[in-house]
Structures are given as C-alpha cells and as structure tokens.
C-alpha cells in the first residue's frame, strides 16, 4: 500500500515510530483474572460489535470456555461485522484444519501466521520466530491485552485436564491505547495473508523530508486530547496522574525490538518500595539479573513468583539455576503450588504495572512476537497488587541454599543453559551481542 500525507494516515504510523514507551492518557483499564473473567468479557464485547473484531493469538485448544468466543465471533461474522482472526502456525498445530474451514465458511477470516509444514520448516529462521501475542480489538476502541491463550482455564494441550484453574491475566482497554493494539493485530494479519507487514513501508515512508518530525508531532496532538495545560501536567512529571496513563508496548524485530525489556528494566532500576513478578519463564540476560539484585540491595522488596507445577522442565532448571544469584542479595523466589502457572505481570511501587504475553526469558525478550499493556495508576496498580498478593500465597518460598557443592554444580549447570539458549537464538538469527548471560 502507499501513504499520503493526511494526519490520519500519519497517526496511523506515529506510536510505530517510536522505541519507547508512549504513554495517552483517557483510558479505560480493567484487570481480568483468567479465561473465566476474560473470556465472557469478549463474549460480551463481541456480541455488540458494530464494525469490525480484530484477534491474534497464539494457541488455541477448541473446548469449554474457548468455544464462547469463536461463537461469539461466528455470530458477529453473520450478522456483517468484519471479523479477522490470526492464529500463529506453532500453537494452532493441532487445531484440525477443518476447524478454521468452518469459521471461514460462515464468514470469518481467518489466517495462520507462518504454518508449520513438516521438518523442513526448522530450516527457515523465521519460522523460530512466533506470534506469542494474545490480542483483541472490537470496533476500534474496545481492546484485550493479557497472556491467555484460546484455551479452557483447566486444559491444557500437553497436561491435559485439571481441577484448579491457570493462573493469568489479562485487562481490558478502552480509549486511545486501543489504536496501536489494533495495528500490531493488523500487521499480523498481512504478514500471514501477504507475506508482508503493511508497517514494511514506513522506512521508505518517512525518508521523505520533514515527515519523520511531522510522525512525532501528529502523535503529541493525538496522544491525549486534553488541554494543552493537562498535557504539560502529564509529561512533565511522573508522579502526576491522569486517568489512565497506559502505552502498549511490541516486542518485534523492527523498530521496537527492545523496548518490552527496556521498560521493564527502568521501572526496576527506579523501584523505591517494592517489586512484584509473576512468570512461568524466568531466564533473563545479564542486565535484567543485575537489575534485580540492585534493587534489593538497597532495600527495595523483590519478589518472584515462578512455576511450582513445572511444564516444561528444561525452562524449569534455567530458573532454578539462577536462584542462588538472586537470593545472596535478598531477592525472594516463590513457587506456584495451587495450579498451572501462564501469568505475565509486574507491579512496583503500586505505581507501576504490566500486564501480557512477554515472559523473562531469551524467546519473549529476543525471539518472539510479543505485547504489553504498561499502567501508570495507582489505583490500577493497587487492584493488581491485591490480586497478586493471593497468587504469594498460594506460593511456597524457596529457602536460600548457598552450600558449595550446590554452588558448583549450579554454574555448571548455567553454563550447560546459557549454550543451549546461544544456540537456539543464533537458529533464530538473533546476534550473539544481543544475548548477555
């Protein structure tokens, strides 16, 4: 496609110009607990959709809860609202290809992003790249941003069944921050139907005089739609709040490759109090470690809350082999007992807060396609804290063990991981600079 010079078409490109966080303020958010609050959130959402349903998402398991939504997505297909649907090619894999026949019979679009067709397609870097994101948008403005798949709260494609739900979560967005969630769905889109991100063309785009200027400055107009005053208010300074101040934030391999890591690495550079992380896959690089153990150094309370019940043991060993770092500066590491654990959050400070599909570890951070909603409100942040401090304490601590032998045995295994993570992202033409153990 090509891009004329109108402000629609500029605001259309001008949160994607920027490696950085843009926070708007004017937004909705509200915090879902699991598919069983999520789930009839897009039911509801859906079934008043008057325009359009865009969705992307990585893994689906047809079955109890998931199957409201694609019949809420089927009943808006046929009463003649544009339906798109994007599903990544790893995690639909064993969705029967009679399924989405179905969907797109009654008239759902529907398109697989990078299909796995046999051995050979290991061979395909790109194809060690997925679309990790779990995303939604009805009729441009009403979003969902979270870590939850398409699947029940109590299946799972590996463990089958279980009596206790997964923990995660998700938030649903209205307002302004519900415009870039809608173009990353988009771009998804055309690059499983085209081959081709339609964002390809903003290099070219902006090499035109004056319109890389003219991007940021459509943006700051568009941002918040609140007297200039308010808008000073809002920048300015930190600790002042406006009703609510979010930015979703794309880990991707264009323009905005880092900047997932990024953020999250300021806000724990710049805790005072404390920090909250709940993730099923904990392996990050160098900095973030250092992050981590220079906030409890000075005091901040740093907790972690990882997998008890363990899914994939290889990821499982990989954080154990960091505890040992961690706790001999007084970060605290928690396991998971009371189910199945997916959730992607962080809070600090009760000021602070991210909620979506990026994990700790070298795919979300350097390999995969993934989203966050980052909340700067207090009272958002104090809600997710709440919910949080229940998920600790269904948690067992793991007790510091700094014997020597384990010690030992501990760097033997990190060094075993981190080769193993080197090779995997160099298969997935990720630069070996980029990884720090």
Known sequence: MSFGDNAAQSLSLAWYAQRRPVFTGGNQVQLLRGGRELFPAMVQAIDQAQDSVWLANYLTGP?????????ALTRAAQRGVAVQVVMDGVGSREVPSAFWQALRDEGIDVAIYRPVQGWLSALKRGNWRRMHLKLCVVDEDLGFVGGINLIDDHNDLAQGWSGQPRLDYAVQVRGTVATPVQHTIRAMWTRATLGKD???E????????????????VWQQARLRLPPAEQGQIS???GIRQPMRCAFVLRDNLRQRRTIERAALQAIQQARSHVDIVTPYFYPGRAMRRALRHAADRGVRVRLLLQGKVDY?????AARALYDELQRHGVRIFE????????KVMCVDDEWATVGSSNLDPLSMLVNLEGNLIVRDRAFAKTLAASLARDFA???EVLPAHAQGQSRSARWLR???NWVAKVYLRMAGVARRDWRD
């Open 63 to 71: 079955g109890g809860q998931a199957d409201l939504v694609f019949q």
């Open 198 to 200: 339609w964002r390809d």
């Open 202 to 217: 903003l290099i070219d785009w902006v090499k035109v005089p004056g319109r890389t200027k003219r991007l940021r400055r």
């Open 236 to 238: 300015a300074s930190a």
């Open 313 to 317: 043991r290889i990821a499982a060993m």
């Open 336 to 343: 998971y007992q009371a189910a199945w654990l997916h959730a």
């Open 394 to 396: 269904d948690g067992v």
């Open 415 to 417: 060094g075993a991981l």
